[in-house]
């Protein structure tokens, strides 16, 4: 989920996760970020409405919620195309998860947001982004990012997305 500055203490977060059907639920860091399991008819768009439902309800707290299935985040590992990066400096590559696929030219607007040297690359429902000279000075912030694909998203880096893809069952 995109936390965004709100305040949510983790087990409030597993227990919301709970009220919506999740049970093995694995709270990671304070970043808004599961791994839960989930009955089959509660998968996607459907366990999205349902986390964001328990979360206004339980903690009086609207935000967006984005829910991946694993072998779409198999897809995100074994896809990335900056695999240096990935291997050098993994807190500076992100992979940023949208609500939907965007608009193919929604990626050739994401590429002329940047004002730096951080470089970009489509895919699928997620962008990856190279920050070179960190994230927190960049001008390729999450707003410019969501204004340019049209769609909602947040951001988790490598060292995140390779430590959510070993806590998933097979």
């Not at 996760?17 to 599961?34: E, F, I, M, N, Y």
Request: hydrophobic share 40%; glycine share 10%; with cysteine.
């Amino acid at each position: 989920m995109n936390v965004g500055g709100n305040a949510l203490r983790m087990a409030t977060f597993a227990e919301t996760l709970a009220d919506a059907g999740c049970t093995s639920v694995q709270t990671v860091g304070t970043s808004g970020t599961a791994v839960v399991e989930t009955p089959a008819n509660v998968r996607g768009e459907t366990l999205e409405q349902k986390v964001e439902a328990a979360l206004r309800q339980r903690a009086g707290l609207r935000t967006e919620v984005f829910a991946r299935e694993r072998d779409e985040w198999d897809g995100v590992v074994r896809s990335n195309p900056f695999r240096r990066e990935a291997q050098d400096d993994p807190a500076h590559l992100l992979v940023v998860f949208l609500k939907t696929r965007p608009a193919p030219e929604s990626w050739s607007r994401l590429a002329a947001a940047v004002a730096g040297r951080e470089r970009t690359a489509p895919g699928g429902r997620h962008a990856y982004l190279v920050y070179p000279d960190g994230i927190g000075r960049s001008k390729l912030t999450a707003a410019r990012i969501d204004r340019a694909l049209g769609i909602p998203g947040t951001g988790r880096n490598w060292n995140t997305v390779v430590s959510l893809h070993s806590k998933l069952r097979p």
